[in-house]
């Protein structure tokens, strides 16, 4: 009885933070500015920047001696200066330069590390290719369109949640009667003691 109450309490429970989530998205859709989200979100591009260089910056001065060792160090000081630049100095110019910086130079990486290390530079070198990429190609569009952007996006994300959580509470709610009902035809019938007697 007690496992039925928490599987019932579950769905439900998925059902109210569904809608809550929804209609925070919603809210927020009417109150959250563009440009503070811009900003916190290239504060965490910036942080995550400077510490995707610091492997290659710590591998620099190991290896300084050697040419691989100076690009590595020379590029992760860039990287790194980028970085802060985009968590103190933000500006459109400022944003395409990372941008760049972001595809050209880890793509340089790759092809110093030959026919044998490309591969494995790939793996290295994939997140902030990525991320160069989405800067480039979405950021002087967002900044010009921002805050509809940002409305229409939550505004549907909200209700989206919603209506998920709506449905995903009808369909749970519908194979746990069936389920509850499946188990009562299956339990045996108990006989009462007349009955016994009777037999």
């Known amino acids: ?16 933070i569904g809608v809550i989530l929804g209609t925070l998205l919603v809210v927020l859709s009417n109150v959250l500015q563009f440009n503070d989200l811009l900003y916190w979100g290239l504060v965490v591009v910036g942080i995550i920047t400077i510490i995707s ?5 710590i591998n620099g001065i190991m290896n300084i001696k050697t040419a691989v060792g100076i690009i590595d160090l020379i590029f992760s000081i860039l990287g790194i200066v ?7 100095v933000q ?8 941008a760049v910086y972001l595809i050209a130079f880890p793509i340089v990486r790759i092809i110093l590390a030959g026919k044998n ?14 991320i160069g990429v989405l ?15 940002l409305k229409i996006l939550l505004s549907v994300s909200g209700w989206v949640v919603i209506a998920l959580s709506v449905l995903f509470f009808v369909l749970s709610l519908v194979s746990y009667i069936k389920a509850v ?13 007349e009955e016994t007697q009777a037999e």
């Open 1 to 16: 009885m007690s496992n039925k109450k928490n599987v019932l309490a579950n769905i439900i429970i998925s059902l109210i």
């Open 53 to 57: 260089n610091v492997p290659s910056l």
């Open 82 to 88: 980028l970085g802060c630049m985009l968590i103190f």
């Open 91 to 98: 500006h459109e110019a400022v944003n395409i330069i990372l």
């Open 117 to 130: 290390g490309w591969k494995d530079q790939i793996k290295k070198e994939w997140v902030r290719i990525l």
């Open 135 to 149: 800067l480039l190609a979405f950021l002087p569009a967002l900044i010009g369109a921002g805050d509809n952007i």
């Open 181 to 193: 009902k499946n188990v009562e035809a299956a339990a045996p019938v108990e006989t009462t003691a």
